[in-house]
């Protein structure tokens, strides 16, 4: 057998089919362009609506990874891989311990920091697990850096004491390593059973070492503090 090759215009430039390995090698200055007759790039795919595809052709239930790899001179930096089997897991990886960066106009929106694991929204510099940090522009009133909703999209009836919880756990030192045991909530609840009323109390309620949430203390719609009672007067 033999190998065949052809060399282009620019000095350097050549593209070789090796027979021994049945490899198509682009070399020296050569890029390839599909779609397009002038290659901005070493692969420049050009068309409306083009996809780049990758497509893993192993047999269901082999535990395979494919996906997109970023080479460092000799050593894999940086990629997107997507495992075939199990929780089919698609991941996002940097080998370096270095951030990744979530980017819109130009604008780093998101960072994990490459060496904590700590997110940033609006940062690049998290301090905590997650942080998050706004430009705060008006100057008498308080500006929502987060935001706890929720949607009916069920058509729900609902009642007095429906709405939404922030829950925190806490590690079970007696357990697993990542055991977590329910610990307290502050949750944000329906005064009244009226559809459409807004009225919303506040419900901080903590744990007696049995996960079970007791409520401790209501702030009412009325600003009424109430603890050891679920309808304050003052």
Known sequence: GHDVKFFGATSGSYMLWDESTDDLILGGAAQLGIGTTAPGDLLHVKGAGATLRVQDTATAGNATTGGLEIWHVSALA??????????????????????????????TRVTIDGTTGNVGIGTTAPTSTTEIVKNITTASAPETVLTISG????????????????????PNAGAAPTAREIGASIDAV??????GDSETDLVFSTT????TLDESMRIDHNGNVGIGTTAPSY
């Open 151 to 170: 949607v009916n999209g069920s058509s729900t009836d609902y009642g007095a004491g429906a709405g939404v919880r922030l829950l925190f756990k806490l």
């Open 190 to 195: 329906k005064s009244t059973t009226a559809d």
């Open 78 to 107: 940086a990629g997107m891989s997507y495992l075939s089997t199990g929780n089919q897991t698609l991941s996002i990886f940097n080998e370096f311990t270095a951030d990744i960066e979530f980017k819109t106009a130009s604008t």
């Open 208 to 211: 007696q070492n049995d996960e």
